[in-house]
């Protein structure tokens, strides 16, 4: 016999401790079970596509820096690939490479950040600190690469800003070195334990069918069984000269998204390793006019960022300046299935769901 | 060393009492306030510096430091903090109910408080030496249920709302197991006085002979603590602080302190019941029986520190089916088995 009580709305955001930023989802709940969600997005709208119209195509890079700001390098990267093809220029070895291994490493950062508020949005904080205390290896890396941590605008049109300094490569190999083991250790506190296996294991679960729907892409996508990444499916840049595994998941729960962010940090290693093996000599930037004035047209190319498809759209009407551009940002279109997998949970399991989707508001908000 | 210090000052200011020619009845309540004030000044900065414990151990188990700064070695970091919620404005939420709102912080460290009346820290050491002591801590200690559903009523917040039904829920249902653990030590000695009942550990500690009980108790005792893996009553990741949401400056500290304090009575139950309270091991009496009370009582808190910096937080219907499930049926169990063996033991003679 159930009896029938009221719902009730509860407001989970904008400020939340676990919405990871200002993210607001309006919850009808019937006790503890969500009855209906309703995500609110758009707290952190900046205009950036809008912004990018008045500045010239090298001003818009510090922008696509504060897109995902977890992984600020791939953010770049999409942004120039783009202009880069509406221009037809022909990237360096050398730049292309680099462009790989910081590419990869701020994967690698992006992903930490995502198993540790994993493990402290269900509850475990000690996970959090860990893989902070290693991302900010990868930190220090871009910070003597670039001069700054977070917004690093490294990229530039046609290669890379600056070469390699002294001291990177033997860093990077011994964060290289060390990164299997941390990734145990992870496992150890995190993947193994009883508790966080029985809040996560069929929890949240999207059928890859229902995934392919909802445009799904990166590690959710790939948490379902469906093997795409666009890295091995459609190689841009290098990529199709390394070897690496494309890690799946069996049944699309909030774990086996988990873990395949945490294997595919592992892979992302391999890559770096690879890369490093293979760094060429030579320029780190393509002959580029010094004004940016790319042919009239458009230009539409996708990477394989850490949250998924991140896609750059670059319209040029022959001035120094783009006419317009759009990104299609892989966090906001993972939200979309938000609302349909909420339904029948309990506000834990909302915490859950959403930490496992992995956004950035930054770029949902765009 | 120092066996009989606190007996000592106690007969000591009953001397001076005397000595002075005040009459029995008034010079008997003149020690029990004295012994109250006494317990209440000793909760009071226990909690404190395990406030300052628990910053520092979880600093050590996530590779941090912890507070540095204030005082040697950061040892006055909690004093710091306490004045600093001290002098903070007390918000009164406009849609409050401003009665219940008030009165629960002030009221909330009474239940914890009320249970060290009975506990003995030491050798004939108890402020009361009461017959019925473990039923009256357990009797104090459900109290609290009720103090933290009224602030989370009180608050006119719907986080505090959930956070307040989690609280009931959850306190009520682990009270069961509780209970019927220590039970079975209760069946053994026959009685429930705890002095009687920490005598009769001289030969072996209750952990040994009931080792089920211990478990059952400690399991259920970080439920009732509000402690990790069952912090769902403040998960600060879900429900944001639960009951203590809308509370700010003092009132938001006196509930904080009052887990410590709850924290406290729960690992001195786990050293009455199952460790032996004040009996110090291999005959070791050198150290007086206060130290070993209290180096068994500090060893339980660690581990409570200890599970709280490393697991994550079930969901409450696992919260629910674990209790219900697992720990009163084997609790249950456990009593059964326990009862056939005194059985068998009386049987054989011994």
């Not at chain 1, 009883?194 to 799904?216: C, D, H, M, W």
């Amino acid at each position: 016999m159930a009896i029938q009580t009221q719902t009730y709305f509860l407001n989970l955001g904008p400020q939340h401790p676990s919405t990871h930023g200002v993210f607001r989802v309006i919850l009808e709940l019937d006790g503890e079970v969500v009855v209906r969600a309703i995500p609110v997005p758009g707290y952190l709208h900046r205009g950036v596509e809008k912004l990018a119209e008045a500045r010239t195509y090298t001003q818009v890079i510090p922008y696509t820096d504060r897109l995902d700001y977890l992984a600020n390098m791939l953010m770049n990267w999409g942004y120039v690939e783009a202009v880069e093809k509406l221009m037809g220029i022909e990237v360096p070895e050398r730049a292309q490479y680099i462009r790989v291994i910081v590419g990869e490493l701020s994967r690698i950062a992006s992903h930490l950040m995502a198993i540790g508020s994993y493990a402290g949005d269900i509850g475990g904080l000690t996970g959090f600190l860990y893989t902070f205390r290693d991302r900010e290896r990868i930190l220090d890396l871009f910070e003597m690469l670039t001069g700054s941590r977070m917004t690093v605008s490294y990229f530039r049109i046609g290669g890379v800003a600056d070469d390699l300094p002294e001291g990177f490569i033997p860093l990077l190999q011994k964060f290289l070195a060390d990164l299997p083991g941390l990734c145990d250790e992870y496992d150890g506190l995190i993947t193994g334990n009883e508790i966080f296996q029985a809040r996560t294991k069929f929890v949240g679960v999207i059928p890859p069918e229902k995934a392919i729907n909802y445009s799904l892409s990166g590690p959710n996508l790939r948490g379902s069984g469906v093997n795409f990444d666009l890295r091995k499916n459609r190689p841009y840049g290098i990529y199709d000269r390394f070897d690496f595994e494309v890690p799946l998941g069996k049944n699309g729960d909030c774990f086996d998204r988990f873990v395949c962010r945490m294997k595919e940090m592992r892979q992302s290693a391999r890559i770096i390793q690879q890369a490093l093996d293979g760094l060429p000599e030579g320029p780190i930037q393509a002959k580029v006019p010094k004004v940016i004035k790319p042919p009239v047209g458009e230009a539409y190319t996708e990477i394989e960022s850490s949250k998924g498809i991140f896609g750059c759209y670059v319209v040029s009407d022959g001035s120094n300046k783009p006419y317009r551009v759009h990104f299609r940002r892989p966090s906001f279109i993972n939200l979309g299935c938000l609302a349909e997998l909420c339904v029948g949970w309990k506000i834990a399991d909302v915490i859950a769901i959403l930490g496992s989707l992995d956004i950035v508001l930054g770029e949902v908000d765009c | 060393m120092g066996e009989n210090i606190f007996l000592n000052i106690a007969s000591w200011i009953r001397g001076l009492l005397d000595s002075i020619g005040v009459p029995l009845l008034a010079s008997d309540i003149i020690m029990m306030i004295v012994k109250a004030s006494a317990i209440i000044v000793f909760i009071s900065l226990n909690v404190i510096w395990l406030v300052l414990m628990e910053r520092k151990i979880s600093a050590y188990i996530q590779c941090r430091i912890g507070p540095n700064r204030v005082g040697p070695k950061g040892t006055l970091q909690t004093v710091a903090d306490v004045i600093k919620l001290m002098t903070k404005e007390f918000l009164i939420p406009r849609s409050a109910d401003k009665v219940i709102y008030l009165l629960a912080p002030l009221v909330v460290f009474a239940p914890p408080t009320l249970a060290f009346a009975v506990v003995p820290w030491g050798d004939g050491m108890a402020a009361i030496d009461m017959g019925i002591g473990v039923f009256y801590l357990i009797a104090v200690t459900s109290l609290s249920t009720i103090i933290f559903w009224m602030g989370a009523w009180g608050s006119g917040n719907k986080y505090s709302l959930v956070g307040g039904m989690r609280v009931v829920a959850q306190m009520v249902s682990y009270e069961l197991p509780l209970v019927l653990a220590l039970l079975g030590v209760i069946m053994i000695t026959g009685t429930l006085n705890m002095s009687e009942i920490v005598e009769a550990q001289k030969n072996v500690w209750f952990i040994f002979t009931q080792p089920l009980a211990f478990l059952i108790y400690f399991i259920a005792g970080v439920s009732e603590a509000n402690r990790t893996p069952f912090d769902l009553v403040e998960a600060e990741s879900e429900i944001i602080a639960g009951p203590y949401t809308e509370y700010s400056g003092m009132g938001y500290a006196m509930f904080m302190l009052t887990e410590y304090a709850s924290v406290l009575v729960i690992s001195i139950m786990c050293t009455i019941m199952f460790l032996g309270g004040w009996l110090a091991p291999f005959g070791w009496t050198f150290l007086p029986s206060w130290f070993w009370f209290f180096l068994k009582v500090y060893v339980m808190i660690f581990l409570f520190m200890w599970i709280r910096w490393t697991y994550p937080r079930i969901r409450v219907d696992q919260l629910m089916g674990f209790g219900w499930k697992v720990l009163v049926p084997l609790s249950l169990a456990n009593i059964f088995v326990t009862g056939i063996g005194m059985y068998v033991y009386r049987s054989i003679g011994w």
